[in-house]
């Protein structure tokens, strides 16, 4: 049985990019895998083993709960969510310890894998994982709201979709004045923020971000953990002069035995990056 504890450490990881076992004999797939992994070799048990040992690193660190921000798989497909399931429940790690969200990845193979994935392979997981827009998922001390911003496209973009409706539920919730004293934190796979270059914001930004960063402008007590960058990022926003938006790099990218896990402090309704914990 779950049992609820004060919430002092968040374990942080992202972009597994897991591969299934069994891959389909079309050759038009197995293209489509090559194009997604370029310059990643397509190691099945190579990429398990990088979660397993994300995982493993996890729980070592003392974080009483884990956030994997998206691109858990590498095309979306039912066999690879299975894969990727089946390293969780290895790990051991109760379920309602672990947030789950979507990436641009996830959403590869159908409109609707990530649906099909959280009543299937991830049902388990399913209750403290991205599901329904403005979903809450409250936890002593902090109150994490998952979001999709999954989309499906062409394997030639990567970007993300914060929609109308999720942003006005987003604000829903963080405007509710039982949060105002709590650590509010956004997960979600794509950085809130825009590209630089407009053509590169089609290819690869957040749809929607705008609205997104002014929602953060607005509510200074609201953080962001994310993923996609494949790199650790701190940013600052606003102008109390914290980081509020943090990214974590990908478990995909981790050398041989070298496991990566962004590890972040609940301090006063405040998150504060305690570093990274390799083992």
């Keep these: ?29 197995e293209m489509s895998l090559r194009f997604l992994s370029f310059g990643r070799s397509l190691d099945v048990e190579g990429r ?11 729980k070592q660190s003392g974080a009483q709960h884990f956030v994997i921000s998206g691109d858990l798989t ?29 990436g641009n990845h996830d959403a590869y193979a ?29 936890r ?24 109308d409706a999720a942003a006005e539920a987003v604000e ?8 105002r004293d709590r650590a509010v934190v956004l997960v979600q796979h794509h950085p809130p923020y825009a590209h630089a270059r407009s053509a ?14 002014e929602i953060l402008r607005k509510n200074s007590h609201v953080q962001v953990l994310h993923g996609h960058l494949h790199d650790v990022v701190d940013r600052i926003v606003g102008g109390l002069g914290k980081s509020r938006v943090f990214g974590a790099p ?6 041989e035995n070298v496991p990566r896990v962004r590890l972040y402090d609940v301090k006063n309704g405040w998150l504060e990056s305690a570093g990274m914990f390799a083992h």
Excluded: N
């Excluded at 894998?113 to 959280?118: D, H, L, S, Y």
């Design 140 to 163: 002593e001390g902090v109150v994490f709201l998952p979001i999709d911003v999954a989309c499906h496209q062409s394997i030639a973009r990567s970007a993300g979709e914060l929609t």
């Design 74 to 102: 590498e095309i979306g497909t039912t066999e690879q969510y299975e894969a990727f399931a089946q390293s969780l429940d290895e790990s051991k790690i109760e379920p309602e310890r672990i947030t789950l969200v979507p």
């Design 48 to 58: 398990a083993q990088k979660l397993g040992r994300a995982l493993k690193a996890a």
């Design 1 to 29: 049985m779950f049992e609820s504890k004060a919430i002092r450490r968040i374990a942080h990881i992202s972009d597994v990019h897991m591969l299934e076992s069994r891959r389909r004999s079309a050759a038009s797939y």
């Design 200 to 213: 590169w914001q089609w290819i690869d930004g957040l749809r929607g971000c705008t609205r997104l960063m």
């Design 110 to 138: 159908a409109p609707d894998a990530w649906k099909k994935a959280m009543k299937g392979p991830l049902r388990a997981y399913r209750g403290a994982s991205a599901d329904e827009p403005g979903k809450v998922v409250e």
């Design 250 to 255: 990908a478990v995909v990218d981790d050398k």
């Design 172 to 179: 829903r919730r963080i405007e509710d004045p039982a949060l």
